[in-house]
Each structure stands twice: as C-alpha cells, then as structure tokens.
C-alpha cells in the first residue's frame, strides 16, 4: 500500500472514530511496512500500532521499537469493522500473525529461505535488506 493511501485511511479512523495520532511513519530502507501509533482518546493511555505492509497486509500491535522485530500483535475489533465496512480491507488477526508462515507470491522465496520466518506475522513485517 502506497504511503499516502495509508495516510487517508488512518486519518479517517482518526476523524471517525474518536482515536488521536501519537506518530506515523513511512516504509524506508529495510523496513517494508509503515507504522502508526494511535490511542483511543485524548484520557486514554493505552497506544495501538496500525501496522501495514508495502503490499497492503494489516495488522495490530502493542508494542513496537524501531529496528528491532519485536511485535505483539493483538486484534482490534472496532478499526478492523471500520476498515472491512469502509475500505474492503481485511485485517490479519492475532492468530493468523502469531500461526505458522505461509508463502506469498510478492514474498521473495530467497529472503524466506534464508530469513526462515517463525510465523506469519514475521514473514510480513519486517527489516529484511
């Protein structure tokens, strides 16, 4: 997914859905997802991570540190509705992400060969040069 798609779709869920932009990044370098780190409300604490592939996949997390594969993803019911019923987007769930590898034809088969992702999730998101 282009950068400036992702830009719109999470404005919208920040405009329609009550949530508030902490940071937003760009896929660059070795990263080939973008990122961004939003919260529910102004009094909330607790943050979320819209992660999303170079190649469209989407998913959630609660944790995120930059150069570093260390992920938690979790499953965010409200923007996952909001993204099927708005955008046709279908969101990776936990279970899916955190379930074994399944090769993608826009996954090159020499970085999954040498990178041997643990799971889904792995294999999506990541810093591989």
């Known amino acids: 997914?282009?950068?400036?798609?992702?830009?719109?779709?999470?404005?919208?869920?920040?405009?329609?859905l009550d949530y508030v932009l902490i940071d937003l990044k760009e896929a660059k370098y070795s990263r080939n997802f973008h990122i961004a780190k939003i919260k529910k409300n102004k009094s909330s604490d607790a943050e979320i991570y819209l992660i999303c592939s170079i190649f469209g996949d989407i998913a959630f997390s609660e944790k995120y540190i930059e150069n570093s594969w260390d992920f938690i993803f979790i499953d965010c019911i409200e923007i996952a509705?909001?993204?099927?019923?708005?955008?046709?987007?279908?969101?990776?769930?936990?279970?899916e992400l955190n379930g074994l590898f399944i090769e993608r034809s826009y996954i090159s088969s020499k970085d999954v060969d040498y990178w041997k992702p643990e799971n889904l999730g792995k294999g999506l998101f990541n810093y591989w040069d």
């Open 81 to 95: 509705i909001f993204l099927r019923n708005i955008y046709n987007i279908s969101v990776l769930t936990r279970n």
């Open 1 to 16: 997914m282009e950068f400036l798609t992702f830009n719109k779709i999470i404005f919208s869920i920040i405009n329609q």
